[in-house]
């Protein structure tokens, strides 16, 4: 099964971070990690208040090789690096089956939540009926309803989406559509969170 780190990062020192991040991609390529959003300026805001400076969100085989990774000498010597030019939360999430359906190439798009459902039965007739609006868009689900192990940080996440498009404008596209308005007045009525568009590494 799919693995997903998700970092939250603000970057306090520049000219440190940069070198951090010029040298993470030697750490991670050999873990089989696929960068699918890096860097600043990536994400606009679609619902609640967070606001990512800068949005990592990157895929390995599963959790086991994430920790692999994450725990490995030389990422733990880069983790320091990281750490002081910068503050934010990483959190790892199980994906979904089968791993291989992320898409390969082109400017990708994605949509990432952190839901509290407030109404368990209400949120399942959304949770229920929002498939079919996300494939009618011919977007996939990478994380649904995990809850995220913290690795860093204080954020604490309640129900992770994230959904992949094939661009950013099919994702706000399938966001905005007269299929999914009802169900997004649903899901509204019976949780709260935070949502955000995404753009492709």
């Known amino acids: 099964m799919s ?19 010029a040298a993470v991609p030697a750490t991670s390529g050999p873990f089989g990690c696929r960068y699918l959003v890096r860097g600043p300026g990536k994400c606009e805001n679609a619902e609640g208040d967070w606001r990512p400076e800068r949005l990592v969100l990157a895929e390995y085989k599963d959790v086991e090789t994430i920790k692999s990774w994450y725990y490995s000498p030389e990422y733990k010597e880069l983790t320091k690096l990281r750490q ?14 089968p791993h291989a359906q992320a ?47 913290v690795a860093e940080g204080s954020w604490t996440p309640k129900r992770l989406v ?28 019976a949780s709260k969170g935070n949502l955000i568009f995404a753009d492709g590494a």
């Open 162 to 189: 994230v959904l992949e498009f094939e661009s950013l404008e099919r994702v706000k596209a399938w966001y905005n559509s007269p299929e999914y308005a009802d169900l997004k007045k649903l899901r509204q009525s």
């Open 84 to 97: 002081s030019a910068s503050t934010g939360s990483l959190v790892f999430a199980e994906g979904v089956d």
């Open 103 to 149: 898409r390969e190439g082109g400017a990708l798009g994605y949509f990432i939540g952190d839901i509290e459902v407030t109404d368990p039965d209400t949120y399942a007739k959304y949770a229920a009926g929002v498939p079919e609006t996300v494939a009618l868009y011919g977007g996939t689900y990478l994380v649904r309803g995990a809850q995220g192990e």
């Open 3 to 21: 693995a997903y780190v998700i970092g939250d990062i603000n970057v306090t020192d520049p000219e440190t971070y940069a070198k951090y991040a």
